[in-house]
C-alpha cells in the first residue's frame, strides 16, 4: 500500500535518555526518507532527510537510519532536552514531482 | 526570504457554509501542495500545483474542493459545501523544484485550522 506507518504514536523519555522513532514502508520505490518536527501551533519544519543511496545519516544530537531491504527507516534522538519536545512525522518520497506520503506523527515528550 | 504564509490562521464555520484558504509560497516557487491533517492522523495529501498547473490532485477527497492557483502564484483552497467531516489543519508547502532535488525540501505554512460545526 501507499502508506507509512509510523511507531509509537507517543513517546515520553527524560531528558538525557533517546528517543527512537520507526517507519516502515511498502513501496520498493520509494527512494526519498524526510523528517519533519511540528512543534504545538507552528508548522513543521524538516529536520532531517535521507535518500536510498546511504543507510545512515547524521547531524549532532539526531541520526536517520534507513534499511532499505527490510523498507524501515528511524529517527534517533540522543541526549534529549525538553525543546526536543514536538510531534514528529516520517515520510516518504512517491514519483518524481513530490508528493510526500506522511505517517500519523509521534508526540514525543521529554521531561526534565 | 518570506515563509510559507496561509490565511486565515483558523476558521470556524458551519455545516454547508463555504470556505476558502488562502496559501503564498514562497517567492520563486514553482512547486504548491495543499495538505490536510485531521487530528491524529497523518499529513495527507490533497493537491500539487506546478506553476498555475495542476501535477497531480489525486488526493482531494470530493468534488466539494476546489484549488486554484491563476497566475502561478498564490493559491485558494475553496470547500464549498463544508461537511463536518473537513475539519483539520490544512498545510499549504511550497518548494523551488520537486523534493528529488537534494537542495529544495519542502516549506511548510502554519496551516489554517479548519473547524466545521
Known amino acids: 500500500g501507499e502508506n507509512v506507518e509510523q511507531h509509537p504514536s507517543t513517546l515520553s523519555v527524560q531528558e538525557g535518555d533517546s528517543a527512537v522513532i520507526k517507519c516502515t514502508y511498502s513501496d520498493s520505490a520509494s527512494n526519498y526518507f524526510p523528517w519533519y518536527k511540528q512543534e504545538l501551533g507552528k508548522r513543521p519544519q524538516l529536520i532531517i532527510d535521507?535518500?536510498?543511496?546511504?543507510g545512515e545519516k547524521k547531524d549532532q544530537r539526531i541520526a536517520v537510519t534507513l534499511n532499505k531491504t527490510a523498507k524501515h527507516f528511524s529517527l534517533h534522538i540522543t541526549e534529549t532536552q525538553p525543546e526536543d519536545s514536538a510531534v514528529y512525522f516520517c515520510?516518504?518520497?512517491?514519483?518524481?514531482?513530490?508528493?510526500?506520503?506522511f505517517g500519523k506523527g509521534t508526540k514525543l515528550s521529554v521531561k526534565p | 526570504e518570506a515563509g510559507v504564509t496561509q490565511f486565515p490562521s483558523h476558521s470556524v464555520i458551519e455545516k454547508g457554509q463555504t470556505v476558502t484558504l488562502r496559501c503564498d509560497p514562497i517567492?520563486?516557487?514553482?512547486?504548491l501542495y495543499w495538505y490536510r491533517r485531521v487530528m491524529g492522523k497523518e499529513i495527507k495529501f490533497l493537491l500539487h500545483?506546478?506553476?498555475?498547473?495542476?501535477?497531480?490532485e489525486s488526493g482531494m477527497p470530493n468534488n466539494r474542493f476546489l484549488a486554484e492557483r491563476t497566475g502561478g502564484t498564490y493559491s485558494t483552497l475553496k470547500v464549498q459545501p463544508a461537511e463536518l467531516e473537513d475539519s483539520g489543519v490544512y498545510f499549504c508547502?511550497?518548494?523551488?523544484?520537486?523534493?528529488?532535488?537534494?537542495?529544495?525540501?519542502?516549506?511548510f505554512g502554519n496551516g489554517t485550522r479548519l473547524t466545521v460545526t
Open positions: 500545483f506546478v506553476k498555475e498547473s495542476k501535477q497531480d
Open positions: 515520510a516518504r518520497g512517491e514519483g518524481s514531482q513530490g508528493n510526500l506520503i
Open positions: 535521507i535518500r536510498s543511496n546511504v
Open positions: 508547502a511550497s518548494s523551488q523544484v520537486a523534493w528529488s532535488s537534494y537542495n529544495s525540501p519542502l516549506h
Open positions: 517567492s520563486g516557487h514553482d512547486n
